[in-house]
Nanobody, 120 residues
Framework: QVHVVESGGGLVQAGGSLRLSCAAS????????MGWYRQLPGKQRELVAT???????NYADSVKGRFTISRDNAENMVYLQMNSLKPEDTAVYYC??????????????WGKGTLVTVSS
């Protein structure tokens, strides 16, 4: 079964922190890499952080030094620690494989996401 459950979003003031969690089904978690994506209002979804099964990480320039991605391979969990949050980080955050899991119909799978709102 293909599913992810993202949680941990909420409203936070600029400069604050949040920790997002993602519980992923094995069919997704077993991919070479997992990632956190976000979709800002009116914008396309973008990849902000990735982590391989071995723990190698990569970040978008916009979040480098502020966000930290991690994973628990025993629990099929992925996390995103977000510090020094800015209003421009306001978005719906999604967890998925990198590249995103794709059905045989060529449609990408996406969960419901979790909303992060950063007030100024």
């Amino acid at each position: 079964q293909v599913h992810v459950v993202e949680s941990g979003g909420g409203l936070v003031q600029a400069g604050g922190s949040l920790r997002l969690s993602c519980a992923a089904s094995l069919i997704i978690f077993s991919r070479d890499a997992m990632g956190w994506y976000r979709q800002l209002p009116g914008k396309q979804r973008e990849l902000v952080a990735t982590i391989t099964r071995g723990g190698n990480t990569n970040y978008a320039d916009s979040v480098k030094g502020r966000f930290t991605i991690s994973r628990d391979n025993a629990e099929n969990m992925v996390y995103l620690q977000m510090n020094s949050l800015k209003p421009e980080d306001t978005a719906v955050y999604y967890c998925n494989a990198d590249p995103p899991f794709r059905y045989a119909t060529s449609m990408d799978f996406w969960g419901k996401g979790t909303l992060v709102t950063v007030s100024s």
